[in-house]
């Protein structure tokens, strides 16, 4: 069982930065497969950012190319979504989220969630 404790999210305006982490516990983490997806009020959960176990391996949603950056710390078991350009579109609440395979990220089937942190950008 792993258990996942997001933060850093907060209120920031348009054109900010935020640094989401995503702290694990368990002494398998750099087995999973972590990511971020989010979901806005009234919209469907959507992929955001997924990273391979060693790290080698990053995968972003279409909306946050260019803009989001994912890495991880395995000697931390942490992983982080540094966020920039924010928009008010990314106003949503942000999962953390690990699994076995990249396409159960990107799927919303992850088999392990944290309990979201809450991203709100101001116009």
């Known amino acids: 069982q792993v258990q996942l404790v997001d933060t850093g999210g907060g209120l920031v305006q348009t054109g900010g930065s935020l640094r989401l982490s995503c702290t694990a516990s368990g002494r398998t983490f750099s087995s999973y497969v972590m990511g971020w997806l989010r979901q806005a009020p009234g919209k469907e959960r959507e992929f955001v950012a997924g990273i391979s176990g060693s790290g080698g391996g990053t995968y972003y949603g279409d909306v946050v190319k260019r803009r989001f950056t994912i890495s991880r710390d395995n000697a931390k078991n942490t992983v982080y979504l540094q966020m920039n350009s924010l928009q008010p579109e990314d106003t949503a609440v942000y999962y953390c989220?690990?699994?076995?395979?990249?396409?159960?990220?990107?799927?919303?089937?992850?088999?392990?969630w944290g309990q979201g942190t809450q991203v709100t950008v101001s116009s």
């Open positions: 989220s690990a699994g076995s395979y990249i396409d159960q990220l990107t799927n919303g089937r992850s088999v392990f």
